[in-house]
């Protein structure tokens, strides 16, 4: 299908949890490595199968779209900012995530107006413009062959000066965080992307192809940095080490389910959300016992040293009235 689209394809998923699934099946090790590789948009593959032979796609490319419940996310987040496989730099490939949350929307209230007929046809007209749009002469050497737009002088200067700051916010602000680091990074790509998107959706039908605009870039920045408001929220798990896990942990004591005496151990077990292993737990009890809710005492128990949690006198008293 894709040798036929030299354009690409849309994989669109209503559940991207059972996308990410299908990988874990056994046969299909490679997907992972597959869908690495078709994200760039520029790299050749070739595909080879005995009795089929030889089948070259000159610029793999796939674009994802889909949504997906915070809890089968976590998951996937955890994995991602780890040190297992997970930690391939697959999530932080899925650059327009928007994670909202309760606070985002205010009460629900019944629809007063009718939909915005003139915006859809609108939209509509764009995606028809740039289905049958006529691509321009591909570029220099440096493109492969790939058809491609400049800046103009001016979105030139600022996307210089733009890319500046990003450059050095990725060598001192985000240097302990390392999985937050490489989805920033790859805003290198997604601003001059999104700049080139809007510029093509604005370009008048049957207008020949200029330089992008700084109109163009400008959107393209602030779309950029609101997207990386919501990434920190995916990521914060990484940047805020230990916050989520410790407020769930703090819920699971005032409802009785962590009681006085149990192990980090007997927690983890259970693989309650944001305490599924160890390195969760210890940081959240860590954060909690910072605040006094809670304090580790170690017992020798003739076989090597045991803690166990010892819950503050308050909280075991609401649990037990």
Same mark, same amino acid.
């Given at each position: 299908?894709?040798?036929?689209?030299?354009?690409?394809? =849309? &994989?669109?998923?209503?559940? =991207?949890?059972?996308?990410?699934?299908?990988?874990?099946?056994?046969?299909?090790?490679?997907?992972?490595?597959? /869908?690495?590789?078709?994200?760039?948009?520029?790299?050749?593959?070739?595909?080879?199968?005995?009795?089929?032979?030889?089948?070259?796609?000159?610029?793999?490319?796939?674009?994802?779209?889909?949504? &997906?419940?915070?809890?089968?996310?976590?998951?996937?987040?955890?994995?991602?900012?780890?040190?297992?496989?997970?930690?391939?730099?697959?999530?932080?490939?899925?650059?327009? =995530?928007?994670?909202?949350?309760?606070?985002?929307?205010?009460?629900?209230?019944?629809?007063?107006?009718?939909?915005?007929?003139?915006?859809?046809?609108?939209?509509?007209?764009? /995606?028809?413009?740039?289905?049958? &749009?006529?691509?321009?002469?591909?570029?220099?050497?440096?493109?492969?062959?790939?058809?491609?737009?400049?800046?103009?002088?001016?979105?030139?200067?600022?996307?210089?000066?733009?890319?500046?700051?990003?450059?050095?916010?990725?060598?001192?602000?985000?240097?302990?965080?390392?999985?937050?680091?490489?989805?920033?990074?790859?805003?290198?790509?997604?601003?001059?992307?999104?700049?080139? &998107?809007? /510029?093509?959706?604005?370009?008048?039908?049957?207008?020949?192809?200029?330089?992008?605009?700084?109109?163009?870039?400008?959107?393209?920045?602030?779309?950029?940095?609101?997207?990386?408001?919501?990434?920190?929220?995916?990521?914060?798990?990484?940047?805020?080490?230990?916050?989520?896990?410790?407020?769930?942990?703090?819920?699971?004591?005032?409802?009785?389910?962590?009681?006085?005496?149990?192990?980090?151990?007997?927690?983890?077990?259970?693989?309650?959300?944001?305490?599924?292993?160890?390195?969760?737990?210890?940081?959240?009890?860590?954060?909690?016992?910072?605040?006094?809710?809670?304090?580790?005492?170690?017992?020798?128990?003739?076989?090597?040293?045991?803690?166990? =949690?010892?819950?503050?006198?308050?909280?075991?008293?609401?649990?037990?009235?």
């Amino acid at each position: 299908m894709l040798s036929e689209n030299p354009r690409g394809l =849309l &994989i669109c998923r209503d559940e =991207l949890a059972g996308w990410l699934r299908t990988m874990e099946k056994a046969g299909r090790e490679a997907d992972r490595e597959f /869908y690495l590789e078709a994200w760039n948009g520029t790299g050749g593959f070739n595909v080879d199968r005995i009795g089929r032979g030889s089948t070259r796609i000159p610029a793999l490319t796939l674009s994802l779209c889909g949504g &997906i419940q915070p809890g089968k996310l976590e998951r996937y987040i955890s994995e991602a900012i780890g040190e297992g496989e997970g930690a391939d730099g697959l999530l932080q490939r899925v650059q327009l =995530l928007v994670w909202p949350d309760d606070s985002s929307f205010p009460e629900w209230e019944a629809s007063q107006e009718w939909p915005d007929k003139a915006a859809n046809t609108r939209a509509w007209e764009v /995606y028809r413009r740039l289905s049958v &749009i006529e691509l321009p002469e591909s570029g220099d050497g440096e493109s492969q062959g790939i058809p491609a737009l400049h800046f103009d002088s001016e979105a030139q200067e600022l996307h210089t000066a733009w890319r500046s700051e990003l450059e050095t916010r990725l060598r001192i602000e985000t240097v302990h965080t390392p999985a937050f680091e490489a989805h920033l990074s790859k805003y290198r790509s997604l601003a001059p992307a999104l700049a080139l &998107i809007y /510029y093509l959706a604005e370009l008048p039908a049957g207008s020949p192809f200029g330089e992008i605009t700084i109109g163009a870039l400008k959107k393209a920045l602030a779309l950029s940095e609101f997207l990386e408001t919501h990434a920190r929220k995916v990521f914060a798990a990484e940047l805020n080490p230990g916050l989520e896990s410790a407020f769930q942990l703090s819920q699971k004591i005032k409802s009785g389910a962590v009681v006085d005496g149990c192990t980090v151990r007997d927690i983890y077990r259970h693989e309650w959300t944001g305490l599924r292993n160890a390195r969760e737990t210890y940081a959240a009890v860590e954060i909690l016992e910072q605040y006094g809710w809670l304090r580790i005492e170690t017992q020798d128990t003739g076989r090597g040293a045991k803690g166990t =949690l010892s819950i503050h006198p308050e909280l075991r008293a609401n649990q037990s009235g």
